[in-house]
């Protein structure tokens, strides 16, 4: 694999839509105060650091953890932090130097006052830009599309998913799984010894008793779970800094109600995933679920997916607050997760990764309602 030209490519695309919107640099932030995955994007740098790019393709990457970076990074030029008193807007103001009259700088639109006050008191030749839709929106926007790497990096994460997911039931069915901590921790534990990083974000292990809730707080407890009821599992991992993101739904000695619950998700599940083409509006995803669903008096409270990717979260996002014009794309890899939840009955939601192809969809994960 060759990762000078994958993250070459996309610095090159940043730095192409720079030059046509006259922006001579740009500065992408990553630190422990305020996470900002597209670092990764563009370098392939795992931790604290700072990209400075400019309209000509020229990228210089200053890392907090030196030896990482060279081991991990790529950018024309690696330099330690150290080298400007670990700051990054100092970094930018040596790299960068004087500018001609008007020459724009963008910082992302998220950066605090106090850092965008850094920036415009030492780098005063230039006009430092935050707003929104600029070069960093941009690269956002690129992400949203996945390259073959970040499809095979998504697709390994989903293969240690499903496996742990088939060791779980097995675990299950012989006992040796029946706490909410014992599935949590199993997870923790296994993912590692499979060659992932970490979970893609805290797992959600809710039984019988907390089931009803969307995001069961705490993730998980000593409580029971894949007892009688319905129990949720939601988790991922990361590979390579790319997440899954499934839930499974364990049924044991379920009554007719809740067997209506788990029909309903079942079908919307089927049914959307009919919608989840190229060329699609995201919208029409979101009212086939609420209309499988209204049609049984039921509402679902949150949205039918999302992308995920760097992070578990991120565009698009399939739900009613998506653009009445947005279209799912070739490439995008996105949730479908149709979800009900009764305070007295339980939860229930089934959610899998969706990877959107030319011929219509791919299945990335395998979950599905266990019913025993």
Not at 189 to 200: K, V
Not at 258 to 274: F, G, H, I, P, S
Not at 298 to 311: D, F, N, S, V
Request: proline share 3%.
């Amino acid at each position: 694999m060759d990762f000078n030209a994958i993250y070459k490519k996309r610095r090159d695309k940043a730095a192409a839509y720079m030059k046509e919107h006259n922006i001579k640099a740009a500065v992408f932030e990553d630190s422990e105060d305020r996470r900002e995955p597209t670092l990764r994007y563009l370098t392939g740098h795992p931790s604290d650091g700072a990209l400075i790019l400019t309209d000509d393709g020229k990228s210089y990457l200053v890392a907090w953890d030196e030896n990482l970076a060279k081991e991990k990074g790529h950018a024309d030029e690696i330099l330690p932090s150290e080298k400007f008193k670990r700051s990054y807007v100092t970094a930018a103001k040596e790299i960068l130097g004087s500018a001609e009259k008007d020459n724009i700088l963008c910082i992302s639109s998220g950066t605090p006052f106090s850092q965008y006050s850094k920036y415009t008191k030492e780098l005063t030749d230039w006009n430092i830009c935050a707003d929104e839709n600029k070069v960093h929106d941009f690269v956002k926007e690129c992400r949203a599309i996945k390259d073959e790497y970040e499809i095979q990096c998504t697709k390994k994460a989903c293969s240690i998913t499903d496996a742990m997911t088939s060791e779980i039931i097995d675990a299950l069915k012989k006992g040796k799984i029946k706490s909410e901590i014992d599935v949590a921790l199993f997870i923790e534990r296994t993912l590692r010894e499979q060659g992932a990083e970490r979970t893609s974000f805290d797992t959600l292990a809710a039984g019988p008793e907390r089931s009803f809730a969307i995001h069961a707080f705490p993730g998980y407890t000593q409580g029971p779970w894949g007892t009688k009821g319905l129990s949720i599992l939601d988790f991922g991992v990361c590979y390579e800094g790319y997440a899954s993101d499934c839930t499974i739904t364990v049924a044991k000695d379920s009554s007719a109600e809740q067997q209506k619950l788990l029909d309903l998700v079942e079908t919307a599940a089927a049914e959307c995933r009919k919608l989840y083409i190229p060329g699609k509006k995201i919208c029409e995803a979101v009212k086939k679920a609420d209309e499988i669903f209204a049609q049984a008096g039921r509402k679902m409270p949150h949205g039918l997916g999302h992308g995920t990717g760097l992070e578990i979260h991120e565009e698009p996002f399939v739900s009613m607050r998506a653009a009445e014009g947005k279209k799912f794309q070739c490439g995008n890899i996105i949730t479908l997760e149709p979800g009900l939840y009764d305070k007295e009955l339980g939860g229930v939601r089934l959610e899998n990764d969706v990877l959107i192809t030319e011929s219509g969809n791919e299945i990335l994960t395998s979950s599905k309602i266990f019913r025993f």
